[in-house]
Structures are given as C-alpha cells and as structure tokens.
C-alpha cells in the first residue's frame, strides 16, 4: 500500500546480497534509509535485530528485522506491490529459487575462496571452481530466459539481481588479475546479458562506478605487495 | 523427453532428513506420489539427469519436470497444490519471512554440525559438541512457548527441522547430553510433531539413524 514505510536497511558497501537488497527495493520504487555497518565494530542495532547470525543485510521494517538475503528479497516482492522480481508460475519460481540460491552459495564461495587465497595453487583451485561455476549459470540462462533478455524473461528478476549485483566485483577481478570470470567465449549468453544488466537503471543506480574502485583496492588487500603495487 | 511420467515422484533416500521433508510436506497435502529410491553410491541416469548441478537426493519430478533442494521442493509443493490445505507457508510476508529464515538456519547449520559431531573425535569433537548444544538451544528460544515454529499451526519451519528429531538420539550419545534437558520445549515440539500422521509416518526411527550412523562409521574407519 502506498505511504510512508518505515525502512532501515543495514549493510556493506561492497557486500553483493546487500546490492540485491538495494536493487529490489529500487524496483519496487520504496524509500528506504541506508546505514553502513562496520563488520569490526558492529553496531547496537545490527547486533539486536540479527543476533543469530550478526550479518548483514538486514532490513528493518516498522521496528520488526529481516535477515539473510534471499528471505529479504521474498519479503519485499511478497509486500510491496509494483513490479514482479520472482516469476508468478510454480515451476519458475522453484527454479528461480534454485539458481539464485546456487549463485549465493555455490558461486559466491568459489569466487570469494579465489579473492581471498593467499597460495597460488588454492587460489588456482578457486578459480577453476569459480569458472565451473559460472558454467552452470550460463545453462541457467538459457533455461530460464527461454530466449528472452534476462533470466526473468523480458524484464530483470530475482536471479538477474542476485548474480547481477556479482558484476562489477567481477569488473574488479578483470582488472586486477586479468581474468574474465564471464568470458564472450567460454559464456556467451552470460557476456551478452551481462552488458545488458550493466546498463540497466536497476544496475546503475545500485552500482555506481566508483564501487569497481573500491572493490579493486579489497582485492589488491589480499595480495602481496608487489603485485598491489603494480596495479 | 520420451516417456515422461505424468504425476509426482521423489528421487531419495530412506534415512535423508531432507527427503524426509518432501515427504512430510506431500503427506501433509494428501498429494500422491511415486516413490523411487536412490543407490547414491551408483547414481542412477534418471538422478544424473534430473540433478546434474548437484546429483543429489531429493528431487521431486512433477510430470517429468525436475524439482531440487528440498526447501525449494517443499515450497514448489505448496504453490503448485494451493487448493490442498493446509497452506505449509502462512499468509502474512513477515511470518513467511521468519520460517523461510529459520527453515534456512537448519539447513545452515544442522546437518554439518551433526556430522562432525559424530565424525569427529577429542578437541574437534568437544567442539562440534559445543556447537550442537548452542544450535538446539538458538531453536528451543526461538520456539519459544509456541506451539509450532509457525504458531498455532504446523508449517514451513516445522517440516525443515522435524525430519531432525529423528537423529537427536544419535546427537546425544555422541555429544553425552540430553534434549530434554538442555531445550525442554524443542523436546516437547519434537513429541507434538511426531504425532502428526505426516512425521509419524515418514520419520525413520532414532535407533535406526543411529544404526546407518554406526555403518558409516565403520564406512570411514571411525570407531
């Protein structure tokens, strides 16, 4: 219903299951207050609305949290009215729900592990785990878009924002290393939806350039100094 | 595809706490279903092919259409069948969002904990012990003095975890502690659930969980 609702998002400038949270906020066209959390610090109010788990994203909605991501993201579509991001069809939203779940996890692991090694040869071991990865959301998209632009069919879902808010860490990564996590040849269908959801409003009002930027410098944390110093 | 089957059919495994929560949830609708069960140590075609991402137990097919992870299985259940009552999610978003986060919290923790708890020996063990009792107490609070993890009703939350009470038995002789004990109000939830006709009739028993336990035990050269 439209008014004022009463909405405190709590999360990290870099963190992708935050970005997901800010672009389904978007599309349903709700205002909501932002607050950055410093995970060596945390706040009262993170402390006290997650206490399970102690992480954001968080959403605080009329007093009353939300936590883990995916939980937020069903709770904004369920709420507010306006734009559909998971698909209305059972079957699609089970496999919405697969795939997202799948870049949460799965991808999100690997692709972190590769960030974060310190040995050359895990790190090696990431990267494969990653690529393979991405292997599997480029047959996702060609199940779930059904020759359409995004995974959800003519307009941006639930899985283009979950593995869309990944993009511009994987801009980062590009720079750093040189490597194309979403490669034009290796992925074809991912590259071209890539661009697409690049270009997206949804994408550059959650996503301002300047996050490839810090993204980068987080990276360049986890490598020696030599390295860093020649990006 | 040639011959797909028209109804439903869950690719599982006797003893899987997943599986066991499809089978709650399409009791709980009265659904039919064939059951076919899985020899993961020879994975069969219709598995590979039905879940080649993670070829893994449980996969509900739905006229030859393939459904996995169970909590997405258990949900697909409930939208797919809406005029079956009763409704496993509630109507209201926020409590949807509670038992999908607590549903999630099982899934996050449970199983692996529980694993190494019986895996595990000396400091590693202690810990997993330390841990097993931390997650059951986090559910006995979040329970609460509610009748169910949905209220008054018996919902999503409630078919993540009951498939669970069966390996308490198993939890507590490893870990040397108590359910009753240590969370009196998930015990009680545990007892009230497996009055269900769904629970009752699809829960493996604690002495045989603990059992398949002790097989895999000896599978890994653990004593």
Request: proline share 5%.
């Amino acid at each position: 219903m439209a008014g004022k609702e009463d909405l405190k998002l709590l999360g990290l400038p870099l963190s992708p299951f935050v970005i997901s949270v800010r672009m389904a906020l978007n599309m349903k066209g709700v205002s909501y207050e932002y607050v950055d959390e410093d995970l060596s610090n945390k706040s009262e109010l993170l402390l006290k609305s997650n206490p399970v788990h102690k992480k954001v994203p968080v959403l605080i909605h009329n007093g009353k949290p939300i936590c883990e991501s995916l939980v937020i993201l069903q709770y904004v579509d369920e709420l507010f009215a306006g734009r559909s991001i998971l698909p209305t069809d059972p079957y699609e939203r089970a496999t919405a729900r697969f795939w997202a779940a799948y870049a949460g996890d799965k991808l999100f692991a690997a692709w972190y592990g590769m960030v974060t090694a310190q040995a050359e040869e895990d790190r090696a071991e990431k990267v494969k785990e990653t690529l393979a990865a991405i292997e599997h959301m480029e047959a996702a998209f060609a199940k779930c878009s059904g020759g359409s632009a995004f995974f959800g069919g003519d307009s941006i879902g639930y899985v283009d924002i979950v593995l869309g808010a990944f993009l511009f860490w994987f801009e980062a990564v590009r720079r750093v290393d040189g490597l194309e996590i979403i490669n034009a040849s290796r992925t074809p269908l991912l590259a071209a939806w890539a661009e697409r959801f690049g270009g997206s409003v949804e994408a550059k009002e959650a996503v301002p350039v300047t996050k490839v930027d810090l993204a980068v410098q987080y990276i360049n944390k986890y490598r020696p100094p030599a390295t860093a110093a020649a990006n | 595809m040639a011959g797909e089957k028209k109804g439903l059919q869950l690719l599982d495994l006797w003893v899987s706490p997943f599986g066991q929560r499809c089978r709650i949830a399409l009791a709980e609708k009265g659904l039919p279903y064939e059951y076919l069960e899985q020899d993961l140590g020879n994975k069969s075609e219709l598995l590979l092919r039905s879940n080649p991402v993670h070829k893994k137990i449980p996969v509900l097919l739905h006229d030859g259409r393939p459904v996995c992870e169970s909590l997405i299985i258990v949900q697909y259940i409930d939208e797919a069948f809406p005029g079956n009552a009763p409704a496993l999610l509630p109507a209201d978003p926020y409590a949807r969002a509670q038992a999908r986060f607590w549903a999630d919290y099982v899934d996050k923790k449970l199983y692996d904990c529980g694993t190494r708890l019986w895996k595990l020996k000396g400091e590693a063990q202690q810990q997993a012990r330390k841990e097993m009792l931390d997650i059951l107490r986090t559910l006995d609070a979040a329970l609460g003095d509610a009748k169910f993890f949905g209220g008054e009703a018996f919902g999503f939350a409630d078919v993540a975890l009951a498939p669970f009470t069966a390996w308490f038995l198993t939890y507590e002789r490893h870990g040397e502690f108590s359910v009753e004990k240590e969370c009196p109000r998930l015990a009680a939830w545990a007892k009230r659930c497996g009055e269900r006709e769904s629970v009752a009739k699809t829960l493996s028993s604690p002495e045989k969980v603990y059992e398949f336990v002790g097989v895999l035990k000896k599978r890994f050269g653990i004593e």
